[in-house]
């Protein structure tokens, strides 16, 4: 069992759609919870972070930790065209080494 | 622009030969972190230093190696190259506080002909 899960999707939505994406996970150590969007070929850029449980907002965006289920999720409002990529989830525990274990990736098609 | 860069852009090599990468860390970063994506793999973390020195290390073949060096670039080694090493490889920094996060540089792909 990998020790984040992810759907790969492909997901495909219209314009204006709510998109959720998840993640689950195995290892209760994790307190660091990240999402990246990743355009093709390029390097994955941050796009939400949360430490420990809870939600976090940041416009369109919002992030969900529930530490209980180990379960994660990104949703994004009125989607975009450009909203189209790859999202990845990450996961830390608090260590030094903060080494991230990523989700294998989620591609979304937002059709306009 | 994360503020990573990463050089070169795209190498094109062929089986048994060795190349490096090359990275530089956002300004104050003191750690880096190396990832590998293949095609059908998502990102699988290589190795990390921090101020120089080996912190971590992933599933990082042992044809490959790294280091960081004073001035806090970083730089990976792949040698004897296989067809299968072909993929893009990520450098990440990452500052010092237990809040702060990984920013990604815009990658290396590598072509192993």
């Known amino acids: 069992q990998k020790e984040v899960e992810q759907d790969p999707g492909p997901l495909s939505v219209p314009e204006g759609a709510i998109v959720s994406l998840n993640c689950t996970y195995s290892n209760s150590a994790f307190q660091y919870f990240m999402w990246y969007r990743q355009y093709s070929r390029k390097g994955p850029e941050l796009l939400m972070y949360t430490y420990s449980s809870g939600n976090k907002e940041d416009g369109r965006f919002t992030a969900q930790v529930d530490k209980s289920s180990k379960y994660i999720s990104l949703f994004i409002r009125d989607s975009q065209p450009s909203d189209s990529a790859t999202y990845l989830c990450?996961?830390?525990?608090?260590?030094?080494?903060?080494?991230?274990?990523f989700g294998t990736g989620t591609r979304l098609k937002v059709l306009a | 622009d994360s503020g990573v860069t990463q050089t070169p852009k795209h190498l094109i090599t062929a089986t048994g030969q060795r190349v490096t990468l090359r990275c530089s860390p956002r300004s104050g970063d003191l750690s880096v972190y190396w990832y590998q994506q293949s095609l059908d793999q998502g990102l699988q973390f290589l190795i990390q230093?921090?101020?120089?020195?080996?912190?971590a290390k992933g599933n990082i073949l042992e044809r490959f190696s790294a280091q960081q060096f004073p001035d806090l670039h970083s730089e990976l080694n792949l040698s004897s190259l296989e067809l299968g090493d072909s993929a893009l490889y990520f450098c990440a920094s990452r500052g010092q506080g237990h809040k702060d996060t990984q920013y990604f540089g815009p990658g290396t792909r590598l072509t192993v002909l």
């Open positions: 990450a996961m830390s525990a608090l260590s030094g080494t903060y080494k991230y274990i």
């Open positions: 230093y921090y101020n120089g020195e080996e912190r």
